[in-house]
């Protein structure tokens, strides 16, 4: 699969403003931040924010087979980007 990841600090972040929502993103449950996803196949992109470190990565598996097929997109699939996502936003929150 391809993944291509962003990741930025915003200057003026200030902690004790919620994060909001994005303009066309859904809510992803379950993840100890906040995460959403926007869906504009074949590309699944995930946005994550993270002590004012706002992460990006956008999923493509379009055309990529393998013997036994083409790739598929799964759940297990999704949950390992996101975890991977917020792992390196905190990662990267140590740079500080």
Same mark, same amino acid.
């Given at each position: 699969? =391809?993944?291509? #990841? /962003?990741?930025r600090?915003?200057?003026? +972040?200030?902690?004790?403003?919620? !994060? =909001?929502q994005? =303009?066309g993103w859904n809510?992803?449950r379950? +993840? ?6 926007r ?5 699944r992109? +995930?946005?994550a !924010?993270?002590?004012?470190w706002?992460?990006?990565? #956008?999923?493509? #598996?379009?055309g990529? !087979?393998?013997?036994?097929g083409p790739?598929?997109?799964?759940d297990e699939a999704?949950k #390992?980007?996101? /975890? +991977?996502?917020i /792992?390196l936003?905190?990662?990267?929150? =140590?740079w500080?």
């Amino acid at each position: 699969m =391809a993944l291509i #990841a /962003e990741l930025r600090r915003l200057p003026d +972040f200030d902690p004790d403003v919620p !994060v =909001a929502q994005p =303009a066309g993103w859904n809510v992803v449950r379950g +993840f100890s931040v906040p995460v959403w996803e926007r869906i504009s196949l074949p590309e699944r992109q +995930f946005r994550a !924010v993270i002590d004012g470190w706002h992460g990006s990565l #956008a999923l493509n #598996a379009d055309g990529l !087979v393998t013997p036994s097929g083409p790739i598929l997109i799964t759940d297990e699939a999704v949950k #390992a980007c996101i /975890e +991977f996502l917020i /792992e390196l936003i905190r990662s990267s929150g =140590a740079w500080k």
